[in-house]
């Protein structure tokens, strides 16, 4: 018997049902398309970003992706000001507020040399923790 590697099982655990596949994809992109969005504004700056960050070039479609599902998130949301705590500070970290409005973002992520209030400014945020 011929035994199954770990990759191949896992890749059957997500795509052996294709319909259900299919319509959580629709359910995700009618999702991202529900809110109003500038979404040239978000391509302009992510496209910036990955110009000057190796990080953000290779996950820039998923980094516009995560500021528009914020922003639809947002949209949704009644309060004046909406919290987000940003867990793994990266290059998009700083385009939240730059596209959605009423945004208080706070950052959290490892410890490193540079101070806490520091890594705050840097990313655009109210307070960094690390954890």
Not at 61 to 72: I, T
Not at 95 to 112: F, Q, R, S
């Amino acid at each position: 018997m011929e035994q199954v590697s770990p990759l191949i099982r896992f890749a059957e655990l997500l795509y052996r049902d294709e319909a259900a596949n299919a319509a959580r994809t629709e359910q995700a992109r009618q999702f991202l398309a529900s809110a109003p969005q500038p979404i040239e504004k978000i391509r302009n700056l992510v496209a910036e970003a990955a110009a000057a960050d190796k990080y953000a070039a290779f996950h820039a479609v998923r980094f516009v992706d995560q500021v528009r599902a914020l922003a639809a998130l947002r949209y949704r949301a009644p309060e004046r000001l909406y919290r987000v705590l940003d867990i793994g500070v990266a290059p998009i970290t700083p385009l939240y507020a730059k596209v959605i409005d009423g945004i208080v973002l706070e950052t959290a992520g490892l410890p490193w040399s540079t101070p806490a209030e520091a890594t705050a400014r840097k990313f655009g945020s109210a307070a960094h923790h690390y954890v």
